[in-house]
């Protein structure tokens, strides 16, 4: 059972006793623990303590430890995947986590390292806005370092809008047959919508040089259960209210980002492909649709037609094609 646990690292010790503890829905005694994990009772003792101290409401009793699966699944912690302690870094509080990434990507971080927090001070939006980012969303970054050219990062900044919306809408299953269901799409450049609203942003920056990826940081933010601004209303939903709509359970925090990053993990590999495209061509909530496209300087207005090998939108106005790298789109009907 603990074979392939690294016995020397405390950290992922703690992982492991986290999910015993949570998943075996009854208590585990110390003793067990002691004997998989080859350490003693007190050792485990002290990180059942070390736990405690981090928010989680361990209960202990003649019988064992034992935690709550959804006392668990609401925090975050270096601990709540395992396997990734030491790339998960996690707070209860930061400015933005585009700031501390940029920070250990510079210190060397890890490729697909991933920096989060409970709130943000300072979150920030795409084209200078902020981020709303009280208690109970999910915001990250993820510090990746793609062997690969500078004019394909905006591949990555697609391949998490997918998995972002691939993540929530498993979260959307119809609760009974022929009821409901919600989908998630895409909308140029990268965010994530249901029903026409938006529940996910990403934003991207990175260093390079021309043909190189140095770093990315690639942020996330998902509307998870945190109340959304009155001046969003009518734009913004989140998960919490489309679970409850559905009548069914919203899977915690925890384990969401858990399933972002196997969903991560797996579409990674196809980051340079024309499958990564056609994936997002399929959940496009853009392609097709009369938009127009505010650049800052000028706003076009066209048809969307398709998105270039280097994440352009491709619109087809009046006067002929024009190919858009960044603004902002208002989307109208499709025609
Ligand atoms: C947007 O749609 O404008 C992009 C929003 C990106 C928000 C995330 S939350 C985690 C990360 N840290 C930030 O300060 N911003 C990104």
């Not at 080859?38 to 009793?61: E, F, N, V």
């Not at 800052?296 to 009046?318: C, N, P, Q, Y």
Request: overall charge neutral; some cysteine.
């Amino acid at each position: 059972m603990v074979n392939k646990l690294d016995r020397d690292s405390v950290r992922d010790m703690k992982s492991y006793i986290l999910r015993r503890i949570t998943t075996e829905g009854e208590p585990v005694g110390g003793s067990n623990l002691a004997e998989e994990l080859g350490i003693s009772r007190t050792a485990i003792w002290k990180h059942i303590q070390t736990l405690q101290s981090a928010g989680y409401p361990i209960t202990t009793g003649h019988n064992g430890y034992q935690l709550e699966p959804e006392e668990e699944a609401k925090r975050i912690s270096r601990w709540s995947v395992e396997g990734e302690t030491e790339r998960l870094h996690w707070h209860s509080r930061l400015d933005s986590t585009m700031i501390e990434a940029r920070r250990l990507a510079e210190e060397g971080a890890l490729h697909r390292t991933i920096v989060g927090a409970d709130r943000q001070m300072i979150g920030r939006g795409r084209l200078s806005r902020s981020w709303d980012s009280s208690e109970g969303g999910l915001y990250f970054s993820l510090i990746l370092r793609p062997k690969a050219p500078l004019e394909s990062a905006h591949r990555y900044t697609f391949l998490c809008s997918l998995a972002a919306a691939q993540l929530i809408e498993a979260a959307l299953p119809s609760s009974q047959a022929g009821a409901h269901r919600y989908k998630a799409g895409v909308k140029w450049p990268n965010d994530v919508l249901v029903s026409g609203k938006k529940i996910a942003g990403i934003l991207t920056e990175l260093r390079g040089e021309p043909g190189r990826i140095d770093y990315l940081c690639i942020g996330i933010g998902i509307n998870v259960a945190n109340p959304l601004p009155e001046a969003l209303s009518g734009q913004a939903v989140n998960l919490k209210e489309l679970t409850e709509d559905l009548k069914i359970t919203m899977p915690g925090r925890a384990e969401l980002l858990r399933r972002f990053i196997r969903i991560f993990d797996e579409l990674f590999p196809t980051a340079l492909s024309r499958e990564l495209l056609e994936m997002w061509r399929e959940r496009s909530d853009t392609l097709g649709r009369q938009v127009t496209v505010d650049t800052g300087s000028k706003k076009i207005e066209g048809k969307a037609r398709d998105v270039d090998e280097s994440g352009g939108l491709i619109i087809e106005t009046e006067t002929g094609t024009q190919t858009i790298h960044a603004g902002d789109i208002i989307h109208a009907r499709h025609r």
